[in-house]
């Protein structure tokens, strides 16, 4: 499904990926850990398009070359960034916001759109699955939000997607253990043999909840080491600073 | 260039003197002789530094002449400027139009009549309500008054609002402001006069829009005097034609514990220009005064606002938002003055204006003189352009390029029009800045 190569970024001369090789099949769930500042966040905006990274290699999604598509034609084609830090949208009701990117998706495959009824039913059917509150909707997108209320509204809005990729940027940050384990059922209701994710994290304990099928070591911009969901329990006792050197030295 | 400009109007000054009565008439040509002595303001003007006159006192302007025959019909006028209920007064090139306007009896308690009319009857007591309207000199009289000069001494017509103490007028007032000018350049002075008694409620929709896109100058001025707690709501739409120039100056006077709050949408003109002076000189008085401006190509449009805090305990909040397109500009210069007794003044002023290309600009300038020692004051002031952030943010949930960023403007606007209450004219007014946001 998703297969990058020799994958580089840089902003402002500054190399923050420095040729990273993944590939990831559908019904797989990768997990990509790292020390801070390693490219973890870096690897998935680019993948997503944002676009102040100067970026070479390739990246083929379903056989396609994705990054000469627009962060919007990325979207509608399956794939779905939960953001580190959501941002905050004054004026724009988290409603209006949703149904309007849930009918860009649908309208890219060729469905009709929904009204704002038939959205409305369907907002609320999904809303159960991460225990949302119903005056969510009727907020600004992610405005004045604790640290938890958007990483779950990052989650909710994948639900509603319902993304072929999903890459999940440090999604357990910021939310106590009770928080994780809603957000981590939501997420797993979503795997599917026809679906993949990507999840980025800092910590293992994530990883007990959503549980992996591989784990890469990113640092200094490269996959240094690939392994099962152990590598992750290796990585909780032992830590980062071995890749650290590793990656310094350049082996 | 100013005598050129001048000349064709000190006809119409002597003319209208067979009109008016004589206090009427001594007041009107004290008026015209200060613009003739101190000329028009000038970039040394602070009220004015960015305001280029030129284009105005260059163009043959002609009074507009009352209209005998129109062919507009009601429906055309709804379609033109919408129908928010109530009673509506029409103005067409600064004539009233009686055919289009609603007729009495008006709800108990309020007193609407034209300004041509009530003034040809030489009512002795309309002295002591009328004159401070033609005397008011927002600015301390500096130079910079000409154009509120000029509306006094040229008026030849306008609209009078009583309202009796203690009347609540439940449905809006519209006051309607239309141009329909052709080949010719006109100029004309409306005044909108209110007077609310004590204790009294209403809103007032002022409503300035043009049929044809022509060349044409709306040089209005609006003057309410709110008797002790009365609660006046006062909306301007100014959605002038895109040729059109537009100087209006609002001036408000409060009693006691009232209560005035003012809805600037400025959408239209070429060069448009919305004044505002509010004096709280009896206690617990508060103004809230709200705009909304967004200028595109070829548009200034500017927003002086002059506070004048002199009794304690009296509140005013300004917040006024623009959003420039390309090749727009837009103007704030707001000016809060607290005097030395009036204590606990809660003043506040925000301006936050959105820049949507390279080529728009905005001048903002807040400025706070405190001479009190015991109030709360807070201003502030932004410029910004659409966050990349955000933008990625929309996109990345498949939301396109245009749409994201229309959507992003909206969102900075909506908290303006989320203050209008008024359904019927919050809906419109979503309306005309949606069609706007879509072209900037």
């Not at chain 2, 301390?140 to 509120?148: T, V």
């Not at chain 2, 397109?325 to 936050?352: C, H, L, P």
Request: glycine share 8%; aromatic share 8%.
């Amino acid at each position: 499904m998703l297969d990058i190569k020799n994958l580089h970024a840089k902003v402002e001369g500054l190399s923050l990926l420095k040729g990273v090789n993944l590939q990831v099949n559908a019904g797989e769930v990768h997990a990509i850990m790292g020390p801070n500042g390693s490219g973890k966040s870096t690897l998935s905006k680019v993948l997503a398009g944002r676009d102040e990274y100067e970026v070479s290699g390739t990246v083929l999604y379903n056989g396609k070359d994705l990054l000469s598509l627009s962060p919007e034609a990325r979207a509608v084609s399956g794939i779905f960034l939960a953001f580190q830090y959501p941002v905050e949208i004054p004026g724009v009701g988290n409603l209006y916001f949703l149904r309007t990117a849930y009918n860009a998706v649908r309208k890219a495959r060729g469905e009709e759109e929904l009204d704002a009824i038939d959205f409305l039913a369907l907002a609320k059917e999904k809303m159960k699955c991460v225990e949302m509150d119903a005056s969510f909707m009727s907020r600004s997108v992610n405005e004045g939000f604790s640290g938890g209320e958007k990483k779950r509204n990052e989650v909710f809005q994948m639900t509603i997607l319902e993304p072929t990729l999903s890459i999940l940027d440090e999604t357990d940050s910021g939310l106590d253990i009770d928080a994780l384990k809603i957000v981590a059922a939501g997420v797993n209701a979503l795997r599917r043999k026809d679906r993949a994710m990507l999840v980025i994290t800092h910590y293992q304990r994530l990883l007990d909840y959503i549980v992996p099928d591989y784990v890469h070591v990113l640092a200094n911009g490269k996959i240094v080491q690939s392994g099962d969901k152990s590598l992750a329990h290796r990585l909780e006792k032992e830590g980062y600073a071995q890749f650290d050197q590793e990656a310094a030295t350049g082996s | 260039m100013i005598s050129t400009f001048l000349q064709v109007f000190s006809h119409l000054e002597y003319k209208l003197d067979n009109h008016y009565p004589d206090w009427l008439n001594a007041l009107r040509h004290r008026a015209f002789s200060s613009v003739l002595e101190q000329g028009f303001p000038t970039s040394k003007n602070e009220d004015w530094k960015y305001t280029r006159l030129s284009p105005i006192l260059s163009t043959g302007f002609q009074p507009a002449l009352a209209t005998t025959d129109h062919y507009l019909s009601l429906d055309a006028v709804d379609r033109l400027a919408g129908n928010f209920g109530g009673i509506r007064f029409v103005f067409v090139n600064g004539h009233f139009i009686p055919e289009l306007s609603s007729r009495a009896p008006f709800p108990d308690g309020l007193r609407v009549e034209s300004l041509a009319s009530a003034l040809s009857k030489n009512d002795k007591s309309l002295e002591s309500l009328l004159a401070p309207a033609f005397q008011s000199s927002p600015q301390g009289g500096e130079p910079s008054d000409a154009f509120l000069s000029l509306n006094h001494a040229l008026m030849e017509d306008g609209l009078l609002i009583h309202i009796s103490e203690q009347t609540t007028i439940d449905e809006p007032i519209t006051v309607l402001f239309l141009s329909d000018c052709g080949a010719t350049p006109l100029l004309y002075h409306p005044k909108l006069i209110v007077n609310a008694g004590k204790k009294s409620r209403a809103a007032i929709i002022e409503i300035h829009t043009s049929i044809l896109d022509s060349l044409y100058f709306t040089n209005v001025v609006s003057n309410f005097t709110l008797g002790d707690s009365a609660e006046i709501a006062y909306y301007k739409v100014q959605n002038e034609g895109r040729l059109g120039f537009h100087f209006s100056q609002l001036d408000v006077h409060q009693g006691q514990g009232s209560q005035f709050s003012s809805h600037l949408t400025a959408l239209g003109a070429a060069i448009g220009r919305h004044a505002v002076r509010a004096d709280l000189s009896q206690e617990h008085a508060a103004v809230s005064l709200n705009g909304l401006y967004l200028p595109d190509a070829g548009q200034y449009l500017d927003h002086p606002i002059f506070v004048s805090h002199t009794a304690a305990h009296c509140t005013s909040k300004q917040l006024y938002k623009g959003v420039v397109g390309a090749e727009g500009r837009g103007g704030f210069y707001g000016k809060i003055v607290v005097a030395k007794n009036a204590m606990k003044t809660d003043a506040s002023q925000t301006n936050k204006n959105l820049l949507l290309s390279e080529s728009s600009q905005v001048e903002t300038r807040p400025r706070l003189e405190i001479l009190a020692d015991d109030v709360k004051c807070a201003h502030g002031a932004t410029v910004g352009q659409i966050s990349d952030e955000a933008l990625f943010y929309l996109r990345s949930r498949g939301i396109g390029l245009d749409k994201a960023k229309a959507l992003l403007t909206y969102g900075f606007v909506s908290e303006m029009l989320n203050l209008v209450p008024l359904v019927p004219l919050r809906n419109t007014l979503s309306e005309m800045v949606l069609a706007r946001l879509k072209g900037l």
